[in-house]
């Protein structure tokens, strides 16, 4: 059940005529009133022949008029309207019930508290089956205004109660962290003009498609400009940026004015404080002994940052803004990636774009290689290869589970909603993205000899998951894959390890998949030569200031076998 408090309005006639009206489209039947403050004594236009709209507006607003004779100012934002809508499963409630709901909505908003004689005047019209519109005047019989700060909120956890005390469809509690729902007036609009979004929407979908492509809010506001964005920053007497608003071009008031909206009005998260924190972050200094990779691109480059969220997400602060920084990554890969998986990528954006936004505040400065690996990607100049793209769609799917899992720790419902439908998305262009290297590399698998060292190899290595792998359809590729590796110097048994190690195998629709992602990933790089590497880092340390001396490497080269772990057997 949602009810949706609308602004305050000053025409309470007007409102009136709209819900006995017969709507926009035809769609109001047998408008009447099923509650209000004194029943006894309303008249009621839709059951009484003789009563009028102008009668039932001016009993209204008696005490708005009383209080306006009596002070100098008059009210003017008086007229309170909240629909009360039920979900489309939601049996028919007959209107004795749809009463006694609106009694406790406007209980809880604070419009009419039980047992209080003096509150204010309101009805609720009823005009459909699955909705009843509540309409109060917010002057109290004493004169005073009631007290409705918070009252969206304290409505909506009315709403929760109802849903289990009337066996209705249970909705999830909200944060203060979703978009605003388009108004009726906005949805008309772009009805009449031919738009499939209203402004709003169309908005915050270019400015996070900005995003990625933006170190500052300068240079975010710039890209939009030049996206045909129209802009009016709010500038200090110094010249400061304060913030910004920004229109569609087309949309224009009554008077032909553009109409323009400030970004914390789109979305919750598009404010100017939030964006500058979240844009504005520096490189975090180098280690003097930390691994150099080899050049990569920027699409390995973004699989690597993803690879070490899964040993950030203890800290919450940390957790969110990894969260925020992987909903920036993934725009960025929709807008690069090849047109066949565009709409699916596209898709799992949009769904993570409220998984992105919590109340937890995110120190975005642990986020940075994140960010700018999807700011690397938006400004790529060629697309990726099949593998690589393979293994970036693969690691989003797992960075995506690891953020409903945090979600659902932190009892955030809509962010892990958003999230798993996420995941959703993401697991169709990873099967996408990953088709043509599979059907060429079952064209060439190994010998049977080989393949069973490998399965050897699989069982050794893993075996809680062997059994799934090895009856994997993917299986004949993924051989391939470790003898391709183990051709290039790297020892499979330690691959496997590693490629388990980083991704849990047990959530995988297909694990045998998901190694080969990891694998070709892991093993596009020759073989590190240890006693090689153990001389670099021996020279570095040497060569290192003396607060470093003597200090291990924060990272240790990848394929390096652990102390004590038994050697793969030929």
């Known amino acids: 059940m949602i009810a949706a408090i609308k ?62 004779s009596e002070f100098g100012k008059p009210v003017t934002d008086h007229v309170w309207h909240c629909p009360v809508r039920a979900a489309p499963e939601d049996r028919r409630l007959s209107d004795t019930e749809w009463g006694e709901i609106a009694q406790r909505i406007v209980h809880a908003a604070g419009i009419a508290p039980a047992g209080d004689d003096l509150a204010c005047r309101w009805i609720a019209v009823r005009h459909a089956d699955d909705h009843i519109h509540i309409l109060a005047t917010t002057v109290r019989e004493d004169g005073r205004r009631p007290k409705l700060h918070g009252s969206g909120i304290r409505v909506g956890d009315e709403c929760r109660k109802i849903e289990k005390d009337y066996g209705l469809r249970q909705l999830k509690k909200g ?3 979703a978009a605003r729902r388009p108004t009726q007036a906005e949805m008309h609009k772009a009805e009449r003009l031919g738009w499939e979004q209203t402004s709003r929407a169309w908005l915050q979908d270019r400015i996070r498609a900005a995003i990625p492509h933006a170190r500052s809010v300068e240079e975010l506001l710039a890209y939009l400009e030049a996206d045909d964005i129209l802009v009016k920053p709010r500038l200090g007497p110094s010249g400061d940026l304060l913030g910004y608003a920004v229109g569609r071009p087309g949309d224009v008031n009554k008077d032909g004015e553009q109409i323009y909206h400030p970004g914390g009005k789109i979305a919750p998260d598009l404010t100017l404080p939030k964006l500058m924190a979240r844009l504005e972050t520096t490189a975090p200094a180098e280690h003097p002994t930390a691994r150099r990779n080899h050049p990569t691109t920027p699409w390995h480059q973004a699989t690597d940052a993803l690879d070490a969220l899964h040993s950030d997400m203890a800290d919450t602060t940390h957790a969110q803004a990894h969260i925020t920084a992987l909903g920036d990554l993934l725009e960025a890969t929709a807008q690069k990636a090849p047109v066949g998986l565009r709409a699916e990528l596209h898709s799992a954006s949009q769904a993570f774009a409220r998984a992105q936004r919590s109340q937890i505040r995110a120190d975005h400065q642990a986020a940075h290689a994140l960010r700018t690996a999807a700011r690397d990607i938006a400004g790529a100049v060629t697309g990726p290869d099949g593998s690589a793209l393979a293994a970036l769609t693969a690691a989003l799917v797992w960075a995506a589970i690891l953020a409903a899992r945090w979600h659902d720790a932190q009892g955030h419902a809509h962010q892990t909603d958003a999230a798993l439908q996420a995941i959703r998305h993401l697991q169709a262009a990873t099967d996408t993205a990953l088709a043509p290297t599979l059907t060429e590399l079952e064209t060439r698998h190994p010998k049977q000899e080989t393949r069973r060292t490998l399965a050897n190899d699989v069982r050794t290595a893993i075996p809680d998951h062997a059994d799934r792998i090895l009856t994997d359809t993917a299986w004949p590729a993924l051989a391939t894959v470790l003898a391709d590796a183990e051709a290039g110097g790297h020892k499979p048994h330690q691959l496997l390890k590693e490629a388990a190690a980083r991704r849990e195998l047990g959530t995988a629709h297909s694990p045998a998949r998901v190694l080969i992602t990891r694998i070709q990933h892991t093993s596009r790089n020759p073989a590190p030569n240890r006693r090689a590497e153990a001389a670099r880092l021996r020279s570095t340390m040497m060569l290192a200031p003396s607060g470093h001396q003597g200090q291990r490497p924060l990272l240790a080269p990848a394929c390096t076998t652990p102390a004590g772990q038994r050697q793969r057997q030929r």
């Open 7 to 68: 602004p305050a309005g000053s025409n309470t006639r007007g409102l009136l005529a709209y819900l006995y009206g017969p709507g926009r489209h035809d769609e109001h039947l047998d408008p009447h009133l099923v509650a209000g403050f004194a029943m006894l004594c309303m008249p009621d236009p839709g059951r009484d022949q003789n009563a009028t709209l102008t009668q039932l507006a001016r009993h209204l607003d008696e005490p708005v008029r009383l209080r306006n």
């Open 175 to 177: 944060d203060n962290t």
